[in-house]
C-alpha cells in the first residue's frame, strides 16, 4: 500500500513536468513565431521584431511561470483543503520558465541570423517542425499515436502562426490607411 502511494505521487509529480513543459514549448513557440512573423509581414524592420521577440520571451517566460505556480499551488490547496506554501510549487514553475523561455528563441534565431522573406519562412518551418517533432516525442513517451499528434501540433499550431501573419497584414494595411484618413482630416 505505501509503496502504490510512492508510485502515485512520482507519477503525479511527473505529469505536472510533463505537462508543463510540453506547454511551456507550445505556447512559446505559437506566440514567439506568430509575433514575429505578423510583425514581420506589417514589414516591421529588423531590429524591431528582434526588440519585440525577446521582450515576449521575456515577459512571457515570466507569466506563464507564474501562471503555473498559481494554478499548482491552488490545485494542491483544493485538492488538501490546506494552505500550501507556494515555494512547494516552484518545480513545475520552473519547467514552464525554462520550457517557454528556451523555445522562445527557435523562431527567433532566423531573424537575428539573417533577414527579409529567409528569416520570414524560415522561423515559421522551424516552428512547426519543433511543434511536430514535440507532439510525437511527447505521444511516444505516453505510448499515444505519435504521428497523429505530431501533425495535430503541427496543423493547430500552424494554423495560429497564419493568424499571427494575417492580422499583423491587415493591421499594416489598415494602419496604413487609418493615418491616411487622419491627415486628411487633420
Not at 96 to 102: D, G, S, T, V
Not at 138 to 164: P, V
Amino acid at each position: 500500500m505505501k509503496n502504490e502511494k510512492m508510485r502515485q505521487k512520482i507519477s503525479n509529480t511527473s505529469v505536472l513536468y510533463v505537462r508543463n513543459f510540453i506547454f511551456g514549448v507550445e505556447d512559446s513557440l505559437v506566440s514567439t513565431v506568430g509575433l514575429v512573423s505578423g510583425i514581420a509581414a506589417a514589414s516591421a524592420p529588423r531590429t524591431a521584431i528582434i526588440l519585440t521577440g525577446v521582450v515576449l520571451i521575456f515577459v512571457e517566460a515570466f507569466s506563464m511561470a507564474i501562471g503555473s505556480l498559481f494554478s499548482e499551488n491552488s490545485a494542491r490547496e483544493y485538492e488538501t483543503k490546506k494552505d500550501i506554501p507556494l515555494f512547494k510549487s516552484a518545480k513545475g514553475a520552473l519547467v514552464m520558465f525554462f520550457a517557454y523561455f528556451c523555445s522562445g528563441f527557435i523562431p527567433l534565431l532566423p531573424y537575428i541570423l539573417t533577414e527579409g522573406h529567409y528569416a520570414f519562412w524560415a522561423s515559421i518551418i522551424a516552428s512547426v517542425l519543433t511543434l511536430f517533432i514535440l507532439g510525437a516525442v511527447s505521444a511516444k513517451i505516453f505510448g499515444t499515436g505519435a504521428i497523429k499528434h505530431g501533425l495535430e501540433m503541427f496543423f493547430l499550431g500552424g494554423g495560429a502562426i497564419a493568424l499571427g501573419v494575417a492580422v499583423g497584414k491587415f493591421a499594416h494595411s489598415n494602419f496604413l490607411a487609418l493615418t491616411v484618413f487622419h491627415r486628411f482630416l487633420v
